[in-house]
Antibody
Framework: QVQLQQSGTELVKPASSVKISCKSSGHIFTINYMHWIRQQPGNGLEWIGW????????KYNQKFDGKATLTADKSSSTAYMQLSSLTSEDSAVYFC??????????WGQGTLVTVSS | DTVLTQSPALAVSPGERVTISCRASESVSTGVHWYQQKPGQQPKLLIYGASNLKSGFPARFSGSGSGTDFTLTIDPVEADDTATYFCQQSWNDPWTFGGGTKLELK
């Protein structure tokens, strides 16, 4: 059974960066696209981008280009997302999700990022 | 970007039939998927490819549509179906989600 385990809650200061992780198990990490999705308080869902761990290739929603950087460590089957130049607008729950074809079949439990001084 | 429009909320009684709509601003073929999200949880894939039911969900749930108009139907609704339902399209770049429909039971 595929499981995605995300890192814990982050409280960070404005203008700083944060890196959150998503550890995958139960499937072949290198051949499954890993996506990241943002859910702001009371708001809907926004697709940030994907990384293909086998090659390291990534693609971003233009809205998040420059804000998010996706990486993956094949040795530990872990995907990472770094968010930079944080503002209060970046406060949200961030999910990793793995696709089957083009639907988000498996989701992490979410990581809450709060940006506050 | 492709905008997906959903009604924000619905309230129905247990045993009734409910339809949740999702309208796309441009054609997305059958590249629409539906998710169920309960408070404090991650979304769960419910319907993929517009009409395919994800294993583990009961046949009370069904999806239909193509092009720009899509529907999620629950018949009959049960108390445990209280949740927010999101549609998502994967046909056009960037992938986008609807704003979600919060389903409440009377």
């Amino acid at each position: 059974q595929v499981q995605l385990q995300q890192s814990g809650t982050e409280l960070v200061k404005p203008a700083s960066s944060v890196k959150i992780s998503c550890k995958s198990s139960g499937h072949i990490f290198t051949i499954n696209y890993m996506h990241w999705i943002r859910q702001q308080p009371g708001n809907g869902l926004e697709w940030i981008g994907w990384i293909y761990p086998g090659s390291g290739k990534s693609k971003y929603n233009q809205k998040f280009d420059g804000k998010a950087t996706l990486t993956a460590d094949k040795s530990s089957s872990t995907a990472y997302m770094q968010l930079s130049s944080l503002t209060s607008e970046d406060s949200a729950v961030y999910f990793c999700a793995s696709t089957v074809a083009t639907s988000f079949a498996y989701w992490g439990q979410g990581t809450l990022v709060t940006v506050s001084s | 970007d492709t905008v997906l429009t959903q009604s924000p909320a619905l309230a129905v009684s247990p045993g009734e039939r409910v339809t949740i709509s999702c309208r796309a601003s441009e054609s997305v073929s059958t590249g629409v998927h539906w998710y169920q999200q309960k408070p404090g949880q991650q979304p769960k894939l419910l319907i993929y490819g517009a009409s395919n039911l994800k294993s583990g969900f009961p046949a009370r749930f069904s999806g239909s549509g193509s092009g720009t108009d899509f529907t999620l139907t629950i018949d009959p609704v049960e108390a445990d179906d209280t949740a927010t339902y999101f549609c998502q399209q994967s046909w056009n770049d960037p992938w986008t989600f609807g704003g979600g429909t919060k389903l409440e039971l009377k």
